[in-house]
């Protein structure tokens, strides 16, 4: 890896921390904004899956046929070889099975389909493993390290900072600093935020399963894990992002074209002492890690058509062997992706036509 030494940068102006406040801002609303709040403890006017892909809608314009969040993307399909390494932890059986089929979508965070990528520093890879049983495993990964908050109740009140305000259409630019003074837990991803750059390539970055996770061998014994998938690609020439809306997808046909692009599944397993239900919080310390196996994509297909569109991925899909924590952002995101995919799988005739009509 080729080391590159950047100038020294000036201190920011207060109105410029405030502008790069509300501009990270922006950023959490757009990762968040498919995760909704659904025990009903905001009554009285309680906050269903419904209310925030309608604020989706809202703030993003309505897309016939595209997702409401994460709206911009490309299907995958390749295939994971397990090492047998998890095997002792999960009988699931993708760690034990030497091949599992893989359908996954890389996208942006963002409810605009037509988003430029460089846009945003966050890329997601979300993936669905087939196994032979009949089970799947489904999960979605993003690019930062760690989620801003930790509960539904601070979630909604970030996207209440970053909305826009009726009377200027822009969001205050005073709430968000509020918002993470009020916050200390998002001290963990404000630290990735200052150094997060968007990157040229989908087949480059690191993804990150943010949420824990239990996994279950055969005699019942449970271990917390976090997982994420490391790429086997050291191309120091993708860490900058060219300009042009739509290098992502053309930058990872070339790479597919020349061959299958890899990622490690590494499992991270939790100490005792570790929050298990709390996604803002990082794991500090040694931990024991497992290389549970190799991700081979293969080839991609635009969304509009391939055989990710009408997948909902909802981390809760799990086989047996895998099992849910009790971090309450898990269900909050299950409910609010079920939503968005009811509107959108009816939408899809909607879809077509205004593609054709597109055409020259």
Known sequence: MVDHVSPPRP????????????????VLALVTGAFAYVNGTLDPHRLRPKTLVNALETNNGVHPGYRRNH??????????????????????????????????????????????????????????????????????????????????????????????????????????????????????????????????????????????????????????????????????????????ADYLQQDLAQRLAAGPVRWQLMITLANPEDPVDDASKTWVGEHKVLNAGTLVLQSSHRQIDGDCRDINFDPLILPSGIEASNDPLLAARSAAYASSYLRRTSEVSQLHSALEESKP
């Open 11 to 26: 201190p920011l102006s207060m109105g410029s921390r405030i502008a790069r406040l509300a501009g990270i801002g922006a």
């Open 71 to 244: 709206s911009k993307g490309v299907c995958v399909a390749g295939y994971f070889e397990s090492t047998r390494a998890a095997r002792p932890y999960s009988s699931a059986q993708v760690f034990s099975e030497a091949r599992t089929s893989v359908i996954g979508r890389f996208a942006l965070p963002s409810g605009n389909p037509y988003a430029p990528d460089s846009s945003v520093p966050i890329r997601s890879l979300a993936l669905q493993f087939s196994q032979a049983n009949g089970q799947q495993w489904r999960t979605g990964m993003n690019s930062m390290p760690v989620f801003p908050v930790g509960t539904p109740e601070a979630f909604y009140q970030l996207l209440k900072a970053g909305a826009p305000d009726p009377a200027t259409g822009k969001p205050n630019p005073a709430s968000m600093p509020a918002f993470f003074a009020a916050h200390p837990e998002t001290a963990a991803f404000l630290a990735w935020v200052k150094t997060a750059k968007p990157s040229a390539s989908y087949a480059t970055e690191t993804y990150n399963g943010i949420n824990a996770f239990y996994l279950v061998n055969a005699n019942g014994q449970r271990q917390a894990v976090r997982w994420g998938v490391v790429p086997q690609s050291q191309d120091t020439n993708a860490s900058t992002a060219p300009q042009g």
